[in-house]
């Protein structure tokens, strides 16, 4: 039925409908889609991510440490925000392995330039997104205790990537050993032919003594 | 007799005065000035009526205020849950149980915040304006009825101090915007004036209309004159004629244009010119601002629910034992609550369209109104008009003839090509 | 501290109410003194209002209530908005840059205060004369309260005595109302 006014009076049905039906509409179970977000959290997707981290190995942070501090990543890091110090042992001659590993996470813009450039896949993106602080500066730097975070963890928050990773790493790892394997079947080798040459030798040093 | 015992006699009395709730408030003013007096006699002294006069205005003035701003603070939260739940979200759920303490989370913010004025602004007339605003604002609900025997101040000319009041928010918006000195406040200011002075005159005839046939500018008079049942049960309230339904259409739609609400906020019209006059406002003066808009916004219902919705009367026979002045404030949230729905529902007006609508139908239907309203009075002889079916034929024809004539004048109708398809609400 | 009560209760405060109506009515001549003084057109035509706010409440407190609100909703609520509209939307350049034929003149400021001192005096002299030869001073009893139901009276009155002068001052609004829309929609199409 049209007369003048009749759109107002559907146009209010259907708000009223709508108001009224979001108390007691059970049907459509994502009909409020608003996230509760303290209680609800959202599921983050397995790429989604925020900042660098450090993975290592095993149990214990130091010594499983994967990072080398060879400074490829803070050299490549567009808005320079990774800062790097090598160790060094009681001598003072520098080891492989980082004193200081610092990410201001106010100037990281997430690029993960790091990540592609890390050639011993020690340096991964995190997906923390509750970083916050009373403070401009010091809150926002993460250190080396912060940044190391288990390869358990990273299974946890991106199985694919980190599956892959340790795939790579296990590839590279038997390689080596294969590698190894065979130079050292390659030493043996020669030390046996060596070995054999020498007795061969020896043979013949002794083979004129030998009667015929 | 000392002070105690006499405290305690009269506490006993105030718990007393429950078992009617009909007339507690008005006998809590009378055990106030009774208290006083007998305060006064056991200091040695007698009691001036000035006195008493003063003190119990005082406490009327306290009660209607905190009322009010109750209603407001309640109204924040009430109408942000339904334009939510209207848009399939949950609202303010945060603060207190149900997000019912949002107001004072809101009130601590609007007070902490930095007070701004423009250097190039005006001052003291900046200064002014949010005052000049808020007066008459939190004056107007002094002259309703909010049940029997209940108004605070008793005008025969109550309507017309309503509207005469209801003035002063004009000026305001006024100074503000022109105080500002900001392009897009001054034309807020000037959206806001045209509106209002626009809307004000359906607004006043539709009241006017009420006012011939009851007789009276005195809403206590009005209120009473919508008392009773006709055919036994059916309320007599004016909108249930046809021409005071007419009227009270047009008033609700003119209280919606004077307290800038949807679909008539084009004064502080946010995707267009920012917040109109209150651009250049912040903190509490803002705040105070959008009290006296709501206040207001309270009080023009107040008025609506007193002409038109039977004021404090309970609709039905068998409802008579609910105390009137609940009655009253149950409408009153009735009214308010319509007009959250018809903000969730309509889109913001064209300022073109909106003029044409007061000036080309308002004003038109509400001069008809009062054609149809005096045909009922007088078909109806009078007061009789409630049983006689040559009041009723009479001005249900006026009405509705010159609304379809005028309906299919002024609106265009045009359709839709596809049929709309509503996720949820079909 | 009970002869400080007493003394206190016992002040004439009966014949408070009376005197009250200074507080309107010398607001109201202090605003009217700084409409003319201030430099601020918006400004003077604030206090201007604030003139007729007082001047509303000085007719309430007279137990005029009707004339009281009246005065406010036409004064305040149109009169004014008019005045600030016209100055709002007249530039201020323009009115400097307008030859005033009245600067032409080269009147001392002596002679302008005489000639204001002249006007205010006619007027007041007018009124004076209108209050003293009024029916109402002659036998200067006025009624204790006013009638029953002054609106019922007014109203009867608007639609009797005075009907003819109502319908002349309807039919002049009226055109004047359609002419300055004339006016208004031939200036914008030029």
């Known amino acids: ?61 130091e010594k499983g440490i994967r990072c080398v501090a060879c400074k490829i990543c803070e050299k490549e890091c567009p808005p320079q925000c990774i800062y790097i110090v090598k160790d060094t042992d009681a001598n003072g001659k ?57 390869n358990a963890y990273y299974h946890g928050i991106r199985p694919t990537e980190a599956a892959a990773t340790d795939a790579r790493i296990e590839a590279a790892r038997l390689r080596k050993e294969a590698a190894a394997k065979a130079a050292a079947a390659k030493v043996a080798a020669a030390k046996a032919a060596a070995a054999a040459k020498a007795a061969g030798e020896k043979a013949a040093e002794t083979k004129p003594t030998q009667p015929e | 007799m000392n002070f105690f015992a006499l405290l305690k006699d009269f506490l006993l009395q105030f718990l007393g005065l429950f078992k009617n709730l009909e007339t507690l408030p008005v006998e809590c003013m009378r055990l106030l000035r009774e208290f006083l007096t007998k305060l006064g006699e056991l200091c040695g002294i ?137 392009k897009y406040s001054i034309l807020g200011a000037m959206r806001a004036i045209a509106q209002m002075i626009s809307y004000e005159l359906p607004l006043v005839t539709s009241a006017l209309v009420v006012a011939l046939v009851a007789g009276t500018l005195s809403p206590t008079g009005i209120a009473e004159a919508q008392s009773g049942y006709f055919c036994g049960f059916l309320p007599k309230w004016f909108v249930c004629t046809p021409w005071g339904f007419a009227a009270c259409v047009l008033f609700y739609i003119g209280a919606l244009s004077e307290s800038n609400r949807c679909p008539f906020d084009l004064p502080e019209g946010e995707s267009e010119i920012i917040a109109g006059h209150l651009t250049e406002y912040s903190g509490f003066k803002y705040a105070i601002f959008f009290m006296a808009e709501y206040v207001g916004m309270f009080a023009v219902n107040g008025l609506l629910v007193t002409l038109f919705l039977g004021g404090y009367n309970a609709p039905f026979p068998f409802l008579e034992w609910v105390p009137t002045w609940c009655w009253f404030f149950i409408k009153l949230w009735a009214v308010a609550l319509s007009m959250v729905w018809v903000r969730t529902t309509l889109p913001r007006f064209r300022i073109d369209q909106m003029m044409q609508f007061a000036w080309k139908f308002l004003l038109p239907m509400s001069f008809v109104t009062l054609l149809a309203a005096a045909a009922w009075y007088y078909a109806g002889q009078g007061p009789k008009a409630w049983m006689s079916p040559a009041a009723w034929s009479a001005s249900a024809l006026i009405v509705l003839l010159s609304y379809l004539l005028l309906g299919t004048f002024c609106f265009t109708r045009r359709h839709s090509a596809t049929n709309r398809r509503y996720l949820f609400s079909e | 501290m009970h002869a400080l009560f007493q003394k206190i209760a016992a002040l004439p405060w009966d014949q408070l109410p009376q005197w009250l109506f200074l507080i309107p009515g010398l607001l109201m001549l202090l605003a009217a003194f700084a409409a003319v003084c ?15 706010i007082c001047l509303g409440v000085l007719f309430m407190a007279l137990g005029a209530e009707f004339v009281g609100f009246v005065q406010l909703l036409v004064y305040v609520g149109a009169v004014a908005m008019l005045i600030l509209f016209a100055i709002l939307l007249t530039p201020a350049s323009e009115v400097q840059a307008s030859n ?10 002596a002679l302008h205060a005489a000639a204001g001192a002249a006007v205010s005096f006619l007027v007041l002299a007018g009124l004076l004369a209108a209050i003293a030869f009024s029916p109402r001073a002659a036998n200067a009893e006025l009624p204790a309260q006013p009638a029953a139901a002054p609106v019922a009276l007014i109203g009867e009155n608007l639609l009797t005595y005075t009907l003819l002068p109502l319908l002349g001052i309807a039919v002049l609004l ?4 359609v002419g300055a829309a004339l006016i208004a929609k031939e200036d914008s199409k030029s």
């Open chain 2, 46 to 182: 007698t009691m001036p009526q000035w006195a008493l006069d003063t003190v119990s205005a005082l406490v009327l003035i306290v009660a209607i205020l905190v009322t009010f701003l109750v209603l407001f603070a309640l109204m924040s939260v009430f109408e942000r849950k339904l334009l939510a739940r209207a848009q399939n979200r949950y609202g303010p759920n945060r603060v207190g149980p149900f997000g019912l303490f949002q107001p004072v989370a809101d009130g601590i913010k609007m007070l902490t915040k930095e007070d701004l004025v423009p250097r190039a602004a005006d001052k003291v007339v900046h200064y002014l304006a949010p005052i000049v605003m808020v007066a008459p604002a939190l004056m107007l609900p002094v002259f309703l009825p909010f049940g029997r025997g209940m108004v605070a101040v008793d005008l025969s000319v109550g309507i017309l101090a309503f509207f005469a009041l209801g003035a002063g928010t004009e000026l305001a918006v006024f100074m503000a915007g022109w105080a500002s000195n900001n």
């Open chain 3, 174 to 177: 009226t055109a004047a109302l």
């Open chain 1, 1 to 61: 039925m049209n007369f003048p006014g009749s759109g107002i009076i559907k146009g209010m049905a259907v708000t009223a409908l709508n108001i009224v039906g979001s108390y007691f509409d059970r049907a459509h179970a994502k009909r409020l889609i608003t996230e509760q977000y303290p209680e609800e959290r959202p599921k983050l997707a397995e790429a989604s991510r925020s900042f660098p981290f450090l993975v290592f190995d095993g149990d214990d942070p």
């Open chain 3, 100 to 109: 005033n034929p009245l600067s032409n003149f080269r009147l001392s400021s």
């Open chain 3, 38 to 52: 201030l430099r601020n057109l918006i400004h003077s035509a604030l206090c201007v209002v604030l003139s007729f």
């Open chain 1, 94 to 150: 520098p080891i492989m392995r980082p004193k200081v590993f610092d990410i201001d996470i106010s100037v990281c813009m997430g690029c993960q330039i790091c990540v592609e450039s890390c050639p011993f896949e020690s340096i991964r993106m995190d997906n923390i997104y509750e970083v916050s602080g009373y403070d401009r500066f010091a809150p926002l730097v993460l250190h080396k205790p912060q940044l190391l975070k288990s």
